[in-house]
T-cell receptor, first 117, second 109 residues
Framework: KAGVTQTPRYLIKTRGQQVTLSCSPI?????VSWYQQTPGQGLQFLFE???????NKGNFPGRFSGRQFSNSRSEMNVSTLELGDSALYLC????????????????FGEGSWLTVV | QKEVEQNSGPLSVPEGAIASLNCTYS??????FFWYRQYSGKSPELIMF????GDKEDGRFTAQLNKASQYVSLLIRDSQPSDSATYLC?????????FGTGTRLTIIP
C-alpha cells in the first residue's frame, strides 16, 4: 500500500513568487492535513481538509491556502513568498477527520523542502 | 504556557538502557496522544498512540498516559543506536493535532 506522496520534494523560489505543493494521501484516507516545520517553531498546523472542505485552519496568514479534490488529493499554495516561508512542508493523511475517532492516526509524507531566496 | 511541552534535550542514554521521554499538555479535554519519531532530514513516523490511562506496550516501546496529571511518556527499552532521533509528542484536543517541539535522543554505544 503506497504511503503519502508529496511533490515536489525540493524547490527553490524567489521572494515574491508563489508556490504550489501537491499531496496524494494513502488510498482510502479522506482527510489531508498540512504542517510547516522549521527549526525554531517545530511542527505548526496549517489546515485540514476533509471531503473537499477545509475543516480547520492554523494561525497562518491568508497567503497560505489549500484545496482538496474529489479524489482526496490536496494542494497547498503560498503566495508572495517571504524568506521566513523557507521550511519543510509536510502533508499527512488519515482515514477520518482529526478528533473523530480516538485512535485516528495521521501518517506523514516525506515532505517538500522549500527554500526562499 | 505552551499547549504541548517536551524537554528539548539532548537526552543521552547508553546503549541497552531505558530511555524515558516525557510530555505534558495543557488541554484537559485532550483525547488521544501520539508519539512520532523523526530522523534528521526525514519526516515524522508514527511509533504508537494511546488514549486510555495506563500503559500500552508495543515491542520495546511503552507509552504511559496519566490524564489527571496531564502527562504522557514514552519508554524505550534496550535502547539501540538506531533509536537516536527526535521524538515528537502529539496531542489531539478535538479538531487538530498539536505537536511538541520534540526531544532529541542520542543513544551512546
Amino acid at each position: 500500500k503506497a504511503g503519502v506522496t508529496q511533490t515536489p520534494r525540493y524547490l527553490i523560489k524567489t521572494r515574491g513568487q508563489q508556490v504550489t505543493l501537491s499531496c496524494s494521501p494513502i488510498s482510502g484516507h479522506r482527510s489531508v492535513s498540512w504542517y510547516q516545520q522549521t527549526p525554531g517553531q517545530g511542527l505548526q498546523f496549517l489546515f485540514e481538509y476533509f471531503s473537499e472542505t477545509q475543516r480547520n485552519k492554523g494561525n497562518f496568514p491568508g497567503r497560505f491556502s489549500g484545496r482538496q479534490f474529489s479524489n482526496s488529493r490536496s494542494e497547498m499554495n503560498v503566495s508572495t513568498l517571504e524568506l521566513g516561508d523557507s521550511a519543510l512542508y509536510l502533508c499527512a493523511s488519515s482515514i477520518s477527520r482529526t478528533g473523530s475517532l480516538p485512535g485516528n492516526t495521521i501518517y506523514f509524507g516525506e515532505g517538500s523542502w522549500l527554500t526562499v531566496v | 504556557q505552551k499547549e504541548v511541552e517536551q524537554n528539548s534535550g539532548p537526552l543521552s542514554v547508553p546503549e541497552g538502557a531505558i530511555a524515558s521521554l516525557n510530555c505534558t499538555y495543557s488541554d484537559r479535554g485532550s483525547q488521544s496522544f501520539f508519539w512520532y519519531r523523526q530522523y534528521s532530514g526525514k519526516s515524522p513516523e508514527l511509533i504508537m498512540f494511546i488514549y486510555s490511562n495506563g500503559d500500552k506496550e508495543d515491542g520495546r516501546f511503552t507509552a504511559q498516559l496519566n490524564k489527571a496529571s496531564q502527562y504522557v511518556s514514552l519508554l524505550i527499552r534496550d535502547s539501540q543506536p538506531s533509536d537516536s532521533a527526535t521524538y515528537l509528542c502529539a496531542v489531539n484536543g478535538g479538531e487538530k493535532l498539536t505537536f511538541g517541539t520534540g526531544t532529541r535522543l542520542t543513544i551512546i554505544p
